[in-house]
């Protein structure tokens, strides 16, 4: 008897309440009826006793020691089918609540079951199988098709299409060759790649997405810390007004019913399931959101502030136009990038990787020197070539124009860098840098607007020009440039004051410092950038602005599904105890409701794993 | 003081949640605990010269539920 798993007692008291009720029926044996009973009461009861005794011995008084107390009360006054049928009912309610939480909690194990199992690395010039942990940094890993990266590495051979979708949520593979970084618990659709490993075992960034999801699971709402104390305050004071009841009116069965109802499961468990659900669901899509208060904080935002560089736009500057003076685009292209061949500054990337797409081999520049602030002079094909701003050819005597400072103005008015070329006393034309907007940026800011978002504004360290031409291609409502990183906090902190929460989403690189001290930091693309998974209070795993709108959406969803399981279980509280005191609900009734109540609040939290954003 | 996390066998119910908190809480020189309930660890924060790992462990199996390791 002592053996008997969970399930197999609610199935045995279940049946030995059917018989005792067949025969009572049947109007047969009224003493093995009741023996029936006592036997489903005990077998079922069995273990709740076990567990408030073993409570008990510690001081503490759980549930199971009132509907111990509740259930022997029955006995005792000859009440054998509520005894048998409380028991029944209290274990059949707790069989079904560990199956379905354990639902709620499904896409942890998923995501778990996703993480690899074995490595193949190359020891001695033979390829040897290895557990993933087993792996050291620097090693060379070899990846074939269908198989998981163990490791965070970069790629040294090979090339391959690789299924981010556990770490992004983005289900399109991607590319990967030399020199590209991949993550562990990825998988491999098609190709072969070998791997150099930078991250290993609990470093890499799948290790920590997972620690964080399990912790953000078990952070506390603030709604839950709240109800929790209700329930510390209301299970002794239903006890007590047991206690008062049966001293005034000597009715046992009421007094016994108020002990099974005294404790609120459906309202304390009512939260935390539906943010379990909530992270659960976000985690799946590339949405890390870090625990239940910041759920409570996304749901209820007024004000967005974005980030300019790396965010609202792609953070890489792209030559977006040539024009040449007196000479033809091409060979202005080709000329300039000729003279910054090795130049590291980014307006130099920007334009040699726009001369890559164009010409196969570049001239070698001679004397090639960096003039601060101004820009770069070089000789190509014998020919003294100057690139850089208005100072660089002032300096030089070089005349601009009004017909190209005019077309300079205008360029810099669109929040474009022009860059100038001169050779030779001419200026031969300008090149335009821009950082391009990212493609969803415009459709982001409208659906914020649409979302009921009251501001959603930009903040930047740029230049005025570059952000008010960005603002205004975005429609945003308010920006502010030139802003030194400590500006951008007390900007967040009197916004917050005007409107109500912020929250601030960045790249979690630049702007690390704001996203942490803002009221709620959202970071954008933080796959590989750790400083970013752990300042901010939400991170987006993919660099792709639509993310930030599934997790507002996501989380308006889980804050409205906490709100329908609170609203729920506070009814039932009332129904509860309303039928108890008018004599409706009994013993066995009373527990029927409180378990159902419990299970119905489980399987709403459920409904929010299924949950998808038009996103 | 040192900072054990307790790896139990799975929660089911949330007012084990509060059982273990209290009981564990109870012991001498507990500074902190609190139960992770939907990962089913219990983290403590203890002063080693004043109780052990092991007479946690043993508070946390004495109310039922067994440990499974101790990181």
């Known amino acids: 008897m002592l053996k008997l798993e969970k399930g197999q007692r609610v199935v045995i008291s279940g049946l030995l309440i059917v018989f005792s009720s067949a025969l009572k029926y049947l109007n047969l044996y009224p003493i093995v009826r009741d023996i029936l009973l006592i036997l489903s009461a005990v077998i079922a009861g069995y273990p709740i006793f076990l567990n408030a005794y073993r409570a008990l011995k510690f001081r503490i008084l759980g549930i199971e020691a009132l509907v111990t107390l509740a259930v022997t009360g029955a006995i005792i006054i000859g009440e054998f089918f509520e005894a048998a049928a409380v028991t029944f009912l209290f274990m059949l309610g707790s069989y079904l609540e560990a199956k379905t939480l354990e639902k709620t909690r499904s896409s942890i194990k998923e995501l778990l079951d996703l993480a690899p ?49 556990p770490i992004t949520g983005e289900p399109i593979p991607l590319e990967k060759t030399d020199g590209d970084e991949v993550f562990s618990g990825t998988i491999i659709e098609s190709g072969f790649l070998m791997v150099r490993a930078n991250k290993v075992g609990e470093d890499t960034t799948f290790s920590r997405i997972l620690h964080l999801v399990e912790e953000a699971q078990d952070k506390k709402a603030k709604t ?61 899509h590339g949405v890390l959101i870090k625990g239940g208060e910041i759920i409570e904080k996304l749901g209820t935002v007024s004000v967005v502030a974005f ?106 008015s669109e929040g474009k860098t022009a860059v100038i070329v001169g050779s030779n006393q001419k200026i031969l034309g300008t090149i335009s840098i821009a950082d391009e907007l990212r493609e969803d940026a415009v459709l982001v800011v409208r659906e914020l607007k649409q979302m009921g978002i009251k501001k959603v504004v930009m903040l930047t360290g740029d230049n005025k020009n570059a ?80 993310k930030l709108l599934y997790a507002l959406d996501l989380s308006r969803k889980t804050v409205k599904n906490m709100k329908q399981n609170i609203y729920f279980a506070i009814f039932v509280v009332l129904v509860l105890l309303v039928g108890v005191l008018a004599k409706v609900v009994f013993l066995s009734s009373g527990m029927l409701i409180h378990e159902l109540s419990v299970i119905l609040v489980i399987l709403n939290a459920i409904r929010l794993l299924g949950f998808k954003s038009k996103f | 003081m040192t900072v054990k996390t307790f790896q139990l066998e799975t929660l089911t119910c949330p007012s084990c949640a509060g059982k273990i908190e209290a009981a564990v809480k109870r012991l001498e020189g507990i500074d902190d605990v609190s139960v992770l309930f939907t990962s089913s660890r219990v983290k403590v924060s203890f002063d080693e010269s004043q109780t052990d790992q092991r007479q946690i462990q043993k508070t946390i199996e004495a109310l039922g539920f067994d440990v499974l390791s101790v990181k």
């Open chain 1, 224 to 284: 839950q810390k709240f109800l929790e104390i209700f329930a510390r305050y209301y299970t002794p004071s239903i006890m007590a007004l047991a206690a008062i009841v049966f001293l005034i009116t000597f009715d046992i069965r009421l007094a016994l019913t108020l002990l099974v109802i005294a404790c609120p499961g459906a309202l304390v468990i009512s939260t935390p399931v539906s943010i379990v659900a909530g992270i659960g669901n976000g985690a799946k």
């Open chain 1, 467 to 546: 952000a008010a031409y960005i603002a205004k291609k975005l429609d945003l409502d308010e920006f502010y440039a030139e802003l030194l990183p400590e500006d951008k906090v007390s900007i967040l902190q009197n916004l917050q004051q005007q409107y109500g929460r912020v929250a601030m989403v960045g790249d979690g690189v630049n702007d690390a410092p704001a996203l942490a001290l803002s009221d709620l930091g959202v970071a954008m693309g933080g796959v590989g950038t750790d400083v970013a998974m752990e300042t901010a209070d939400v991170v987006l795993m993919k660099a792709e602005l639509k």
């Open chain 1, 117 to 165: 199992d074995s490595a193949k690395v190359i020891r001695d010039g033979i390829e040897v199988e290895v557990l993933p942990d087993e792996v050291k940094k620097g090693e060379t890993v070899v990846i074939r098709p269908g198989e998981k990266i163990p490791i965070d590495g970069i790629v040294i051979e090979g090339s391959a299409f690789v299924n981010q979708a």
């Open chain 1, 307 to 412: 980030d300019k560089t790396g965010t609202l736009t792609v953070g890489r500057p792209k030559v977006v136009k040539l024009k040449g003076f007196n000479t033809t685009e091409d060979e202005l292209l080709r000329i300039a990038a000729a003279a910054e061949k090795y130049s590291e500054h980014p307006l130099a990337k920007a334009i040699l990787e726009k001369a890559n797409t164009k010409f196969f081999d570049l001239p070698t520049p001679k004397n090639s020197t960096l003039i601060p602030g101004q820009g770069v002079r070089a000789e190509v094909e014998e020919k003294e070539i100057l690139i850089g701003n208005r100072k660089l050819m002032a300096e030089n005597n070089l005349e601009i124009s009004i017909e190209i400072e005019e077309y300079l103005k205008s360029e810099e």
